[in-house]
């Protein structure tokens, strides 16, 4: 263990900002690399010096950085596109669904991000019949709840793999197994799992999966992946679509739209370089460590959370099974949000979440004393 934990803290100069803070929100926004500066200055000498002749490198790196982020939940060359946001992403997905004919159910849990719950529950007017399964606890899924909940008439189920408020791993597979069962597609948010919780997409058999750069990844904003099972790329096809869509984009036909082979048919309008040299920062970082090393730690940093936040009477709205908790360690208490911002005044970077608490969020680049410190910190604060 001593040995992992030298070799995880070697990285911590890569990071200038946990020079300057006790950065534990990765959840939310992974800290910064060093090398992601030059990357930025590497877009901007391109454009500088190659104008509009950087367009064939730039192509080439959108499709680079899409297969490099999808080989790490079992993704193929090709499968993977990248999108700004979850938001557009979660937009194409729905534009692949008719919600005229007798099947248009939407089953999810209240404890999905509210973006999701925002762009499925617009789809109302369009003849989509919603069905959201409560959560007993605020903590986690019950995923035969859920099932339960799905049937003959289920059109989609998008379910996240980790919860963004309590850090709990969702149960997917006997989800996917009862969805596929009465013909229903499986969309997986994995934006609170990529970088941290391994996962392989053939592996649990979702339709479609989705996530970003933002937070674990340390790639910052701008760069969200959005992969469809080429098994459903018929059934799944996209009325949100645009010129890079097509299957040749610069013949400039207007005759018909020839839908791309591989996974651009899902790609639509010109990509973002600039956001995909930042994602390339992190996401060398994130490779050379190895994801089995991160949830290793992980697993190890959170678990000491918990431990000190139950050493203070703290509630922990997270599991307190390691093997079904994530990245980060939600803990509440009367007044979390007041504390909250006063941890950040201290320099301690959190976050808090209405109707879940302080989310703690250790990465392979943070230490146990780091942990150890922001109780001290919320003890001092609770008084």
């Known amino acids: 263990m001593r040995i992992r934990e030298e070799l995880d803290l070697a990285w911590r100069a890569e990071f200038p900002i946990l020079s300057e803070c006790t950065y534990l929100i ?38 680079e950085t899409a297969d490099a982020i999808g080989s790490l ?25 008719d919600f005229s004919g007798p099947r248009t159910g939407v089953v999810y849990s209240d404890l999905e991000f509210p973006t999701v719950h925002y762009a499925w529950q ?18 986690n899924v019950d995923s035969q709840a859920l099932c339960d909940a799905i049937d003959e008439r289920t ?46 997409v053939r592996e649990l058999g979702v339709d479609a999966c989705l996530g970003g750069c933002l937070k674990w990844m340390c790639g910052g904003p701008g760069t969200v992946f959005l992969w469809v099972d080429p098994r459903a790329y018929e059934r799944l096809s996209p009325a949100m679509v645009g010129w890079f869509s097509h299957r040749r984009p610069f013949d400039f036909d207007m005759s018909e739209l020839a839908l791309a082979d591989d996974g651009w048919r899902y790609q639509g309008g010109t990509p973002n370089p600039a956001a995909y040299y930042a994602a390339l920062a992190g996401l060398e970082i994130i490779q050379q460590v190895g994801l089995g090393a991160i949830r290793e730690r992980h697993i190890e ?10 050493e ?3 509630r922990v709205n997270s599991p307190l099974e390691a093997a079904r908790r994530g990245g980060h360690v939600t803990v509440d208490f009367p007044g979390s949000a007041a504390a909250c911002a006063e941890l950040l005044r201290r320099g301690f970077m959190v976050d808090h979440r209405p109707n879940a608490g302080i989310r703690i969020a250790p ?21």
């Open 26 to 63: 990765s959840n939310s926004l992974g800290a910064m690399p060093r090398r992601a500066r030059s990357k930025l200055a590497e877009y901007a000498n391109e454009w500088e010096t190659k104008g509009v002749t950087a367009w064939d490198a730039w192509l080439l790196l959108a499709r």
């Open 363 to 383: 990465h392979f680049y943070n230490t146990r004393d780091e942990v150890a410190a922001v109780f001290a910190e919320l003890r001092s604060i609770i008084g």
């Open 312 to 314: 203070l009477g703290l």
């Open 73 to 97: 939940f079992g993704a193929r060359p090709g499968e993977t596109v990248l999108q700004q946001n979850v938001s557009i992403a979660e937009q194409i997905l729905i534009s692949c669904l």
């Open 155 to 200: 059109l989609a189920v998008p379910i996240s793999h980790v919860l963004f408020r309590s850090s709990s791993i969702q149960d997917v597979k006997p989800i996917v197994e009862k969805a596929h069962r009465v013909g229903a597609f499986v969309f997986l948010d994995a934006y609170q799992s990529i970088g941290s919780v391994p996962f392989d």
């Open 301 to 310: 940093l959170t678990s000491y959370a918990v431990e000190r936040a139950l």
């Open 122 to 139: 617009q789809q109302a007017r369009n003849g989509a019949r919603i069905r959201i399964v409560k959560s007993a606890d605020g903590v």
